[in-house]
């Protein structure tokens, strides 16, 4: 599905490890609880996207645009956000040992709660 236009999409509970979505255009999608262990989203367009416990270990979002999106509670452990922008992301109460933020902008992202070590 790389390129595919997902916007707006509810993939609620869905089950997508491993899915090959690089360059995929998801602004605004509703993946709430969403399982994409291990997916391949580099490039991908999330801005606005809901992914509220949404679970991401191992995820690769290489240059993903996470603007504005909303993962509260996510499970993000070891996934890769190298120059991604996360500019205004709410990841509060998300799990994010041992991700990889190499130049990622996260300017007024929100990280109560969050756990980051590691």
Same mark, same amino acid.
């Given at each position: @599905?790389?390129?595919?236009?997902?916007?707006?999409?509810?993939?609620? @509970?869905?089950?997508?490890?491993?899915?090959?979505?690089?360059?995929?255009?998801?602004? $605004?999608?509703?993946?709430?609880?969403?399982? %994409?262990? @291990?997916?391949?989203?580099?490039?991908? *367009?999330?801005?606005?996207?809901?992914?509220?416990? /949404?679970?991401?270990?191992?995820? *690769?979002?290489?240059?993903? %645009?996470?603007?504005?999106?909303?993962?509260?509670?996510?499970?993000?452990? $070891?996934?890769? *956000?190298?120059?991604a922008f996360l500019a205004g992301a709410f990841? /509060?109460?998300?799990?994010?040992?041992?991700? *990889?933020?190499t130049m990622a902008f996260l300017a007024g992202?929100?990280?109560?709660?969050?756990?980051?070590?590691?």
């Open positions: @599905m790389a390129g595919a236009f997902l916007a707006g999409a509810f993939f609620t @509970m869905a089950f997508l490890a491993g899915a090959f979505l690089a360059g995929a255009f998801l602004a $605004g999608a509703f993946l709430a609880g969403a399982f %994409f262990t @291990m997916a391949f989203l580099a490039g991908a *367009f999330l801005a606005g996207a809901f992914l509220a416990g /949404a679970f991401l270990a191992g995820a *690769f979002l290489a240059g993903a %645009f996470l603007a504005g999106a909303f993962l509260a509670g996510a499970f993000l452990a $070891g996934a890769f *956000f190298t120059i990841l /509060a109460g998300a799990f994010l040992a041992g991700a *990889f933020f992202a929100f990280l109560a709660g969050a756990f980051l070590a590691g």
